[in-house]
């Protein structure tokens, strides 16, 4: 089924955690990027939340 892989899928990329990236631009700062995944959901498809550090 098409909605069990998805969820699936989801699910999977929620357990592998939150995806960061660090990017140090030739200025003084650093920005820091975090992508956190949302809980999967059969009901619903919540965005995914990107917190930045700088």
Do not use: C, Y
């Amino acid at each position: 089924m098409i909605i069990l892989k998805s969820l699936e899928r989801k699910k999977r990329a929620w357990q592998d955690g939150v995806a960061h990236v660090t990017l140090d631009p030739d200025g003084p700062g650093v920005a820091r990027l975090h992508l956190v995944p949302p809980k999967p959901s059969l009901f619903s498809d919540p965005p995914s939340l990107l917190v930045i550090n700088g």
